[in-house]
């Protein structure tokens, strides 16, 4: 079956311009998560969808980032006025609600801030 | 706070020769932990979730163990594709339903 879907791949945006990426969760997951992998660190929880709400978005770093979730499947990573620091690749992951559930992630998304 | 350490960092392997992947962690409360392998330029592969002390699981060349401290990625004659980064993460009981990962180790296997 069909797996975690983002989009674009890859992305390049000059400083202070907004983005936008997108995930497609494997059909039926009803959580979704966005994180951040950074050059030299570790993945970085940003943000966790159940539904359409986000119980836990204790990960974004700054008001600059927000994200949503319609139809209790798509979501949209919003970053604001981009910065350089903001530059990292970014992983969505899906995954059933209930205990011991395995997260599935996507290919990821790349944005370079120039 | 939650935290797990990978060591080594880096590891270069001969073909055939056996290894093992450490993963240190603190949390309160261990819901599950979770190896996945990440290769170049792709999201990470989940490989196998380890919820107790004294558990272990196999697949393939792999084996995963755990202890109340750390648990160990054993890998037995490794080959070439087995090269990969291997991360670490933990979920915490009755928290976020987050995962904490560690920053990996990368697995170089030589033919």
């Known amino acids: 079956g069909a797996g975690v879907s983002q989009s674009p791949s890859n992305k390049v945006t000059e400083k202070g311009k907004d983005v936008e990426l997108r995930c497609d969760p494997i059909?039926?997951?009803?959580?979704l998560y966005w994180y951040r992998q950074s050059l030299g660190q570790g993945l970085e929880f940003l943000i966790y969808?159940?539904?359409?709400?986000?119980?836990?978005k204790s990960g974004l770093p700054s008001d600059r980032f927000s994200a949503e979730r319609t139809g209790g499947s798509v979501s949209t990573l919003t970053i604001q006025r981009t910065q350089q620091e903001d530059s990292a690749v970014y992983l969505c992951?899906?995954?059933?609600?209930?205990?011991?559930?395995?997260?599935?992630f996507g290919p990821g998304t790349r944005l370079l801030v120039l | 706070e939650d935290q797990v350490t990978q060591s080594p960092e880096a590891l270069r392997l001969q073909e055939g020769e056996s290894s093992s992947l450490n993963c240190s962690y603190t949390v309160s409360g261990l819901r599950g932990l979770f190896w996945y392998r990440q290769d170049p330029g792709k999201g990470p592969e989940f490989l196998f979730t380890l919820y107790s002390a004294g558990e272990e699981k196999e697949k393939e060349r792999l084996k995963a163990t755990l202890t109340k401290k750390e648990s160990f990625l054993h890998i037995t004659a490794p080959k070439p594709e087995d090269s990969a980064t291997y991360l670490c993460a933990v979920q915490r009981q009755g928290g976020s339903e987050k995962l904490v990962f560690g920053k990996g180790t990368k697995l170089t296997v030589n033919p």
């Open positions: 059909s039926g997951h009803t959580a």
């Open positions: 969808f159940q539904g359409n709400s986000a119980p836990d």
């Open positions: 992951a899906s995954s059933f609600v209930g205990q011991q559930e395995t997260q599935y």
